[in-house]
Every structure is written in C-alpha cells, then in structure tokens.
C-alpha cells in the first residue's frame, strides 16, 4: 500500500531520525538561509552540466539557467526548446490534476519561468556579464526554479556513509559537494566494487541497498514516482523519457504570471521570448521530477502504451523493477507499492478525464484499460530482458578462451 502521508515529510522526518542517531544535531523544524559568495557583476554560477547545455545557479535567486551549448550533439537548442514546451505541459497537467482536486501530488516539478532566445538582444544586453567568459556569448535559455540541495547534515551524513575516511574531510570542504542533489535510483542495487577517491555528491545516485542501509524505507519514494508517471502518461500523453527523479530541497511557495499554454506554443521556436525575474525564499525538502528535454507523445492505444514502456526501460533505474525471482524480494515491497499507486491514480485521472476533459482535450472509456496494460507489459518486458541477459552469459561462456 503506498505511503498514506506526504512523502517530503515523512523522508524529511525518517532522514531526521536517522541524523539525530548519528548526534549531527539536525533539528526537524529548522528552516535554512541561504548565503552567497560572488561578485556582484558574476551571479551565474556554474553548477553542473546536463545533455542540453551547461546549468548555472543564479545566485540570490532561486533559478537555474539551462545554457544550450549549440556546438553538443543531436542539437541542444532544439532539445532545450522541446524541454520548455514539455515543461510547460506537464506543469499545466499538475496545475490541472489540483484543480479538480485528485491531488495533493507527492512529487513536484519546478516552476518554469521563461524560454530565453539567442536573439533576445533586450535579455542578453542586461545579463550577459553574468556569465563565466567562456559562456559570454548569447544562446538559448531555459529559467525555471532551481532545486535547491541537500542540507549540509545530510551530505555530511552521506560523506561520512560512502566516501573512503582518508577522503572525507575533503569531501565536505569541496565547494563542488554543496550543489548535492540525490538521484533516487529505488530499482538499482549496487554492483560491488572498490571505492575510489574520486567521491562527488553533485548528482549522486542512492540505490536501493543504500536506503536501506540507511534505514530509508524504498517504498516511501513509490507512490511519488508512480504519480509522476500516472500525470504524464494520461493527462499529458508523453512517454516520460529520460526523465530524472531527484531528492532536494525547494523555495516556498511564490506568485508567479501566466505561462502560455501548451497548445499556442509554435512547433518551432519563435523569435520573440522574453524573461522574467523571481524572488527566493526559505526550504523545504520534496521528491522532484526534471529534465524533460527527450519527452515525446504517445497515442491513447497499445501503441502508445509499448512507447512508454520503452521509455520506462531507457531511463536510468529510478522506478521500482518488477521482481522476476525469489532472488529480487526486496524489490518486490517497493515494486507492489508503485503499482498500486500508478493503477489506482491513472483510473482516477483517466474517469476524470472522461468527465471534465483536459489539457489534450476529450478522452473515452476504451483509455481505462491502458494503465493496467502498461503494468503488464512491464513485467512481461521485465522477463524478455533477462532471458536475454541469461542467453548472452551463456553465450560468453561457451566461448573458448583467449589464446596467449
């Protein structure tokens, strides 16, 4: 059964615990003030790099600007304007799963700001010193809210955890270690290895195992996953590909304009997109869903449903598995919890739809049976893909050996 209370609170609270057992003196109700050290003229800082572009904090803000570096493969600056028009959808979808009241959702998107043209003389005349000089040369943006990172307790805590003891008082100066967001990669278990020094806890990925060594129950992060997918696949009809689910900390709540919808955003980019600005305010912590730059449609038919499917198994290992041998009972808590919640929700949303319509407008009865077959389809894709690994290992060890 999937977590009956708010999952940011009870990670916050079950994290908490953890800490105070370990006397890092966190305390639950604490609220955390951001501080800032840069130069007045060079408030972009950069924190990380993602298949669009290179990301930068705006400091003082709570924003994050996606910098499209036109020179990287598959064409950044169309993904990056596929990733605002996703974006863009998939926050009307929320906004519309809240208006007819089948939330509160256990997982959140960040607030979407504003699509930055290269051409933009206006934005790029007033901004452009803000930049490393490397990056001093107008292209095209993304601006949306910036997932703030992990509270210094829990990064410390994960340091203390993983990183090899010769390396960690390092680990926790790095300046690079500060911008901690975790991947939560609840259908991966580690592969053992030597650790190395090479330790960083920008993008860091926790495994399924490393929960639960953390006593971090896997199946509080489920439902919030299962949502996510339950929104983008019926409300907004997209395959969620190479989505990325992530823990970190947010701003409160902010009043902000309009965005476009979905429907009026030209195919191609328009000339004539122009920033906005945002204020920042204090933290809470919230499971996060980002990076919709490889998001594409998908038809309400068993079609649509293989594409998902398909994309499910792209994306890195963040949904729960479908256990497939006695060998996987731990999965199998978390994977019953996700299903759950995905088949339970997706009827909800899809009855919803039926009755009031949505962002793509009128959708029929014949739709009810697709989250199920979605589910099936998984496990069944689940069992073909290790039959296959099964019949490769074979094949490697039938193979004679190397000749010296």
Known sequence: MAPSLEAGARIFLQLAEKLEEENLGIVITQR???TFEADEQ????????????????????????????DSWSLDPSIQL?????RHTLFEQAFKWVDKHNLGPLQIRIPKLFSFVAKDDTSWWDVNIHRFPEQYQVPSNLLVTERILPLPQPFRHALIDRYCPENAREAAKADRLNKDALVRLLVGKRRIPRRRTFQFSLRNYGLHEDQMEELNLDPTIFSAPMAEVLAVLHWVARSDAKDIEIVLGSSASESEYGPLPEFSALPDEQPPNFKATTWNFKQRTLHVWALDFNQCTDITMDHKGVAKAVNAFYINDQYFPRPPI??????NRAAWQAFMDRYLRFSQLIIKALVTLGGPHGYSTDDMLSLPTLFIEELELERHRRAKRAREAEE??????PPID
């Open 32 to 34: 955390y003030q951001r």
């Open 42 to 69: 060079q408030i972009l800082r950069d924190i990380g790099a993602g298949s669009c572009g290179t990301v930068f904090e705006w400091v003082g803000k709570s924003q994050v600007v996606k910098y499209s570096k």
């Open 81 to 85: 304007y596929n990733d605002y028009r």
């Open 325 to 330: 041998d006695e060998k996987e009972r731990a």
């Open 395 to 400: 094949r490697t060890r039938d193979l004679p």
